[in-house]
Structures are given as structure tokens and as C-alpha cells.
């Protein structure tokens, strides 16, 4: 296979579809999952300070179970996944005054503290989501990916693992915060923004109908108006 070296840049101003223009049919946003921890593991790292309190891609892949944003809605006050998105940013600092939800974000915050659950971490492709993307490239015929950093200054070619935990370590070998995972030819792509809690899936019609059933990605298909902005409403009163 044929390693192409176009370089893809995330689509901030344009409907998805439309920034790359005819070289996909179809795309999903998938959103990056909560990390539920057994008790005694979620122990540990509360009594760690900064950084370190979150877990290590060892601790996901060995530890962690996926939470939907749907199943936090369901236990939450929020009216939808819009709103969900809008109180992680809210969380983040990545918000205006104008624009930002600190009830909702205290709400969550409040809950997130009180059980052993984690937010996805923000700008990277998650390690649980690694198992069910790879599915799909393996299921078009493809042995091997593509990893690139945000810049594309950096990228390379990376073996498909066959083990689950070795799926979601397969960024590891990568030397740089992996910004986008691809088919080498790139007619399938995954991209995710630095500030963002979601990834783009970008292929062909029938591989992103095979990613509406595979469990483990949750999200919802692009129309042709989808933008960066899908989860933005009126700023909350």
C-alpha cells in the first residue's frame, strides 16, 4: 500500500465535508468516551497530585471502561450531547464568559468527583476508541496505519496489533501527541482538534456505515452543513 503524503488540516471555518472537498463521501463525529475506573485504581491516583491524577494510557487500556456522553445525559441535567460538549469546554477554560455554562460545568464536575469516572482528555484520539477505528481499517483490507502530529511535521507507518490491549497502546511506538490516524492511503481518516473532545471520521460511504454499528463509537453522521461548531446554541442566559 501506498503511502500518501498529503497532510490533512482540521476543518475550523468550513462544514466538514465540504474542506476536503470530493476526496471523502461520507464522516461521523465520534466522541471520546469517560474512563470509569475500578475503586482501588481511582484510589491511587486521587492521591497523586496534578497531572499525574490523570490516568496513563497503561491505566486506560488495562483499566478502564468507556461511559457514554448519553449515559452521563441520563444522569445529568443536560438536555443533550450540545450541551454536554458545551460544559466540558465550559470545564476547560475553553469558553468565553458569553458562551459558558459554569452551572452545568459545576454540575459535572460535582458528579465526576463523587465516582471513580474520568473526562476524556482533550486535542487526542482516545485509547479506547484505537480498538473499534483499527476494526474498520482492517475490515477494508488494511494491515498497517498512519499517525500524524497536529503540525504534520512528523508521521509514520504503524502495524495494526491483533490483541485488544495491544489496540488500545498502538499510539505508543509514536513519538508525538498523535494528531490524526489514517488507512496509508488516507481514503479513511480519523482527525481530532487540540481543544476539542470528539474525532472526525472520514471514508467512504460504506465504512462510515460500518462505524454506526460498531460498538464502541458513539457519535452521529455529518450532513453536508456539519461543522466545528455542531454543538453551539445561544449562549446560556
Same mark, same amino acid.
Given at each position: 500500500?501506498?503511502?500518501?503524503?498529503?497532510?490533512?488540516?482540521?476543518?475550523?471555518?468550513?462544514?466538514?465535508?465540504?474542506?476536503?472537498?470530493?476526496?471523502?463521501?461520507?464522516?461521523?463525529?465520534? $466522541?471520546?468516551?469517560?474512563?470509569? #475506573?475500578? *475503586? @482501588?485504581? +481511582?484510589?491511587?491516583?486521587? %492521591?497523586? &497530585?496534578?497531572? /499525574?491524577?490523570?490516568?496513563?494510557?497503561?491505566?486506560?487500556?488495562?483499566?478502564?471502561?468507556?461511559?457514554?456522553?448519553?449515559?452521563?445525559?441520563?444522569?445529568?441535567?443536560?438536555?443533550?450531547?450540545?450541551?454536554?460538549?458545551?460544559?466540558? $469546554?465550559?470545564?476547560?477554560?475553553? #469558553?468565553? *464568559? @458569553?458562551? +459558558?455554562?459554569?452551572?452545568? %460545568?459545576? &454540575?459535572?464536575? /460535582?458528579?465526576?468527583?463523587?465516582?471513580?469516572?474520568?473526562?476524556?482528555?482533550?486535542?487526542?484520539?482516545?485509547?479506547?476508541?484505537?480498538?473499534?477505528?483499527?476494526?474498520?481499517?482492517?475490515?477494508?483490507?488494511?494491515?498497517?496505519?498512519?499517525?500524524?502530529?497536529?503540525?504534520?511535521?512528523?508521521?509514520?507507518?504503524?502495524?495494526?496489533?491483533?490483541?485488544?490491549?495491544?489496540?488500545?497502546?498502538?499510539?505508543?511506538?509514536?513519538?508525538?501527541?498523535?494528531?490524526?490516524?489514517?488507512?496509508?492511503?488516507?481514503?479513511?481518516?480519523?482527525?481530532?482538534?487540540?481543544?476539542?473532545?470528539?474525532?472526525?471520521?472520514?471514508?467512504?460511504?460504506?465504512?462510515?456505515?460500518?462505524?454506526?454499528?460498531?460498538?464502541?463509537?458513539?457519535?452521529?453522521?455529518?450532513?453536508?452543513?456539519?461543522?466545528?461548531?455542531?454543538?453551539?446554541?445561544?449562549?446560556?442566559?
Amino acid at each position: 500500500m501506498t503511502r500518501s503524503d498529503w497532510h490533512p488540516t482540521y476543518p475550523q471555518e468550513v462544514p466538514f465535508l465540504d474542506h476536503f472537498g470530493d476526496r471523502f463521501d461520507s464522516a461521523m463525529v465520534v $466522541l471520546h468516551p469517560f474512563l470509569l #475506573l475500578p *475503586e @482501588e485504581v +481511582a484510589a491511587r491516583l486521587a %492521591a497523586l &497530585e496534578g497531572d /499525574e491524577r490523570y490516568p496513563s494510557d497503561e491505566v486506560i487500556a488495562d483499566h478502564a471502561a468507556p461511559r457514554s456522553w448519553s449515559w452521563l445525559c441520563d444522569r445529568l441535567s443536560f438536555a443533550g450531547l450540545e450541551e454536554l460538549n458545551r460544559t466540558m $469546554l465550559t470545564s476547560m477554560g475553553g #469558553l468565553s *464568559e @458569553e458562551y +459558558a455554562d459554569p452551572t452545568g %460545568a459545576d &454540575e459535572l464536575n /460535582e458528579f465526576l468527583e463523587a465516582h471513580p469516572i474520568w473526562p476524556p482528555a482533550e486535542g487526542r484520539i482516545e485509547p479506547l476508541l484505537l480498538p473499534p477505528i483499527l476494526s474498520l481499517l482492517t475490515d477494508a483490507g488494511y494491515h498497517e496505519f498512519f499517525v500524524r502530529d497536529e503540525f504534520g511535521e512528523d508521521g509514520r507507518t504503524l502495524p495494526i496489533p491483533e490483541e485488544d490491549r495491544a489496540l488500545r497502546l498502538a499510539l505508543a511506538p509514536a513519538p508525538f501527541v498523535v494528531a490524526s490516524v489514517s488507512s496509508p492511503d488516507d481514503a479513511i481518516l480519523a482527525l481530532v482538534h487540540w481543544n476539542s473532545f470528539y474525532t472526525i471520521l472520514l471514508g467512504p460511504r460504506s465504512t462510515i456505515d460500518s462505524a454506526e454499528r460498531v460498538a464502541g463509537l458513539e457519535g452521529f453522521r455529518c450532513t453536508e452543513d456539519t461543522t466545528h461548531l455542531w454543538w453551539f446554541r445561544e449562549p446560556v442566559s
